[in-house]
């Protein structure tokens, strides 16, 4: 599994062959001057909460982590804030409206996708809604969920690690 760093071969400005930069550092080009960073993607996450104290938690339909469980969530758009991206995504998700919010933690992550490995920094929300909403999947990207108290869910079927570590993070939160 393949950075993104590693498929440049060609400085992007001006068109001259270049070394695909190791690690963490930046693609810069000698030749005009170019320098491009690979920062992480921003996404976001939802633990999304009713009043009798249930979390939805949702069967991916796709890989990456397909069977498994997540959030409602994704990636933040460009003018988009953590917050919107919340909102949006928990509408186009499963339909429900954010009543209360307050963030949780981040948590890097790397999301694989079409061979490559995207650095992510996630972003992890504790989301009140109406007891009274009802969830609407989204087609294609859902394949089913499930309200559950927080001791009924089984870390090992989360599908990603950033998603597991924050959940954790949830539970051990003072109330």
Known sequence: MKRPTQHFRHCPR????????????PLRCAA?????????????GAFVLRPDGRMLW???AKDP???RLGLAGGFVDVGETAEQALARELDEEVGLTIRTWRFVCSVPNDYEY?????PVCDLF????????EVVRAEEGEVAGW???????????????NSVRAAFQQWRSAPA
């Not at 005009?32 to 976001?44: S, W």
């Open 14 to 25: 001006c068109g001259t062959v270049v070394e695909p930069p190791v690690g963490n550092h």
């Open 32 to 44: 005009c001057d170019f320098t491009l960073f690979f920062n992480p993607a921003a996404a976001v």
């Open 58 to 60: 949702l069967q991916r």
């Open 65 to 67: 982590g397909k069977g």
């Open 114 to 118: 079409a061979e490559v490995r995207y």
């Open 125 to 132: 929300f504790e989301v009140q809604v109406q007891a009274s």
């Open 146 to 160: 499930r309200w559950l108290l927080p001791e009924e869910v089984d870390p090992g079927q989360i599908a990603f």
